[in-house]
Protein backbone atom coordinates (compact mmCIF):
# COMPACT_ATOMS: atom_id res chain seq x y z
CA UNK A 1 0.00 0.00 0.00
CA UNK A 2 1.36 3.23 -0.98
CA UNK A 3 0.99 6.58 0.90
CA UNK A 4 1.99 10.01 0.68
CA UNK A 5 1.13 11.94 4.39
CA UNK A 6 1.04 15.75 4.55
CA UNK A 7 2.35 17.56 7.37
CA UNK A 8 3.12 20.89 8.57
CA UNK A 9 0.27 22.92 7.08
CA UNK A 10 -1.77 25.56 8.98
CA UNK A 11 -1.79 29.17 9.58
CA UNK A 12 0.75 31.60 8.38
CA UNK A 13 1.51 35.02 8.51
CA UNK A 14 2.54 37.09 5.71
CA UNK A 15 6.08 37.61 6.18
CA UNK A 16 6.25 34.12 8.07
CA UNK A 17 7.54 30.70 7.20
CA UNK A 18 6.18 26.86 7.59
CA UNK A 19 7.39 23.70 6.82
CA UNK A 20 5.44 21.35 4.92
CA UNK A 21 6.59 17.44 5.71
CA UNK A 22 5.74 14.30 3.10
CA UNK A 23 6.03 11.14 4.70
CA UNK A 24 6.31 8.09 2.12
CA UNK A 25 5.78 4.52 2.38
CA UNK A 26 5.39 1.89 0.04
CA UNK A 27 7.82 3.10 -2.86
CA UNK A 28 11.34 2.83 -2.95
CA UNK A 29 11.45 6.53 -2.38
CA UNK A 30 14.99 7.37 -3.48
CA UNK A 31 14.01 6.41 -7.13
CA UNK A 32 10.89 8.31 -7.18
CA UNK A 33 10.87 12.19 -8.29
CA UNK A 34 9.07 14.49 -5.55
CA UNK A 35 7.20 17.44 -5.97
CA UNK A 36 4.28 19.74 -4.13
CA UNK A 37 1.59 21.00 -6.13
CA UNK A 38 -0.48 23.61 -4.79
CA UNK A 39 -4.68 24.45 -5.65
CA UNK A 40 -6.41 27.67 -4.75
CA UNK A 41 -9.99 28.05 -4.70
CA UNK A 42 -10.41 28.67 -8.50
CA UNK A 43 -7.31 27.93 -9.82
CA UNK A 44 -5.95 24.53 -11.49
CA UNK A 45 -3.22 22.56 -9.81
CA UNK A 46 -0.06 24.13 -10.56
CA UNK A 47 3.59 22.37 -9.67
CA UNK A 48 5.21 24.58 -7.08
CA UNK A 49 8.65 22.77 -6.74
CA UNK A 50 10.28 19.51 -7.51
CA UNK A 51 13.06 16.88 -6.46
CA UNK A 52 14.46 14.67 -8.40
CA UNK A 53 16.68 11.56 -7.30
CA UNK A 54 19.61 12.90 -8.00
CA UNK A 55 18.80 16.20 -6.08
CA UNK A 56 18.22 18.52 -8.87
CA UNK A 57 15.23 21.08 -7.83
CA UNK A 58 13.08 23.12 -10.13
CA UNK A 59 10.71 26.02 -9.18
CA UNK A 60 7.67 28.05 -10.12
CA UNK A 61 8.76 31.78 -10.88
CA UNK A 62 6.16 32.63 -8.14
CA UNK A 63 8.28 30.80 -5.24
CA UNK A 64 11.86 30.78 -5.94
CA UNK A 65 14.07 32.59 -3.84
CA UNK A 66 11.36 31.98 -1.25
CA UNK A 67 10.36 28.23 -1.16
CA UNK A 68 13.25 25.29 -0.52
CA UNK A 69 12.26 21.61 -1.56
CA UNK A 70 14.51 18.87 -0.12
CA UNK A 71 14.84 15.06 0.99
CA UNK A 72 15.69 12.66 2.83
CA UNK A 73 16.22 9.35 1.86
CA UNK A 74 17.08 7.81 5.34
CA UNK A 75 13.55 9.34 6.50
CA UNK A 76 11.25 8.54 3.26
CA UNK A 77 10.41 12.32 3.39
CA UNK A 78 10.26 15.53 1.56
CA UNK A 79 9.68 18.70 2.62
CA UNK A 80 8.77 22.10 1.48
CA UNK A 81 10.16 25.22 3.31
CA UNK A 82 7.87 28.16 2.80
CA UNK A 83 9.62 31.62 3.38
CA UNK A 84 8.44 34.90 3.14
CA UNK A 85 4.74 33.57 2.79
CA UNK A 86 2.72 35.59 0.82
CA UNK A 87 -1.42 35.81 0.92
CA UNK A 88 -0.99 34.19 -2.77
CA UNK A 89 0.64 31.25 -1.42
CA UNK A 90 -2.86 29.76 -0.01
CA UNK A 91 -4.08 26.72 -1.17
CA UNK A 92 -3.83 22.90 -0.72
CA UNK A 93 -0.46 21.87 -1.40
CA UNK A 94 -0.05 18.37 -2.40
CA UNK A 95 2.82 15.92 -2.22
CA UNK A 96 3.66 13.98 -5.69
CA UNK A 97 5.94 10.86 -6.28
CA UNK A 98 6.63 9.91 -9.76
CA UNK A 99 8.57 6.89 -11.02
CA UNK A 100 8.31 6.07 -14.76
CA UNK A 101 4.96 5.05 -15.28
CA UNK A 102 3.56 5.37 -11.30
CA UNK A 103 2.86 8.44 -9.96
CA UNK A 104 0.57 8.88 -6.18
CA UNK A 105 -0.54 11.58 -4.42
CA UNK A 106 -1.01 12.73 -1.09
CA UNK A 107 -3.80 13.91 0.53
CA UNK A 108 -3.16 17.14 0.81
CA UNK A 109 -2.87 19.75 3.40
CA UNK A 110 -4.14 22.98 3.44
CA UNK A 111 -2.27 26.26 3.62
CA UNK A 112 -3.70 29.63 4.53
CA UNK A 113 -1.54 32.87 4.81
CA UNK A 114 -3.59 35.52 6.57
CA UNK A 115 -2.73 38.06 9.09
Known amino acids: QVQLVESGGGLGQPGGSLRLSCAAS????????MAWYRQAPGNERELVAA???????NYADSVKGRFTISRDNAKNTAYLQMNSLKPEDTAVYYC?????????WGQGTQVTVWS
Open 26 to 33: GITFRLYS
Open 51 to 57: INSDGST
Open 96 to 104: NANYKFLSY
